[in-house]
């Protein structure tokens, strides 16, 4: 397993989005990153987490953390544990009162709740194998890109995820 970091949620050239983990030893635009294609509310919900901005009203990852705080229950870790014909798979680790428990999650769910509380996420050293990319966009295009999907979160309204 290799620990990653979000390095940035962006927009792909068909307009969709896609979260980008990098091992947190590797160095922007060094290594490999390996991208996660994920929908319009999961990549809103990341980038609002990673970005620590204020929701009116709590989305659902944040929904999740309050029920596992309610439960006495915390996130101790995420993996990203494989990848079958082009589909990820996630595990989300919970410490509870019953003893460890280890759920099934899509990897943007798991991400996303991560981000909200803080626990390492992880990656199986054979997905970073077959999905891996080399990390060769210069800082400035990922810059660009964060900046327009800040943007878009400019303009979003609760409305839009009904």
Do not use: C
């Not at 307009?15 to 990549?43: C, F, M, N, T």
Request: a negative charge.
């Amino acid at each position: 397993m290799v620990q990653v970091r979000v390095a940035g949620v962006a927009l792909d050239a068909a307009r969709q989005h896609v979260i980008l983990l990098k091992p947190i030893d590797e160095l922007p635009g060094s290594g490999q990153v390996l991208p996660i294609w994920i929908g319009q509310q999961e990549a809103t919900s990341i980038l609002i987490a990673v970005e620590g901005a204020p929701v009116p009203r709590p989305l659902a990852h944040d929904l999740m953390r309050s029920l596992l705080d309610a439960l006495d229950a915390k996130v101790t870790r995420v993996e990203v544990s494989r990848i079958d014909d082009g589909t990820f798979y996630a595990d989300i680790t919970l410490e509870t009162p019953a003893g460890e428990r280890v759920v099934d999650a899509r990897p943007s769910d798991a991400i996303a709740l991560a981000s909200r509380v803080g626990a390492p996420i992880w990656v199986a050293d054979e997905v970073i194998e077959e999905a891996g990319v080399d990390d060769f966009m210069p800082e400035e295009d990922a810059s660009e890109r964060l900046d327009e999907f800040k943007r878009f979160l400019d303009d979003v309204e609760p409305e839009d995820f009904a």
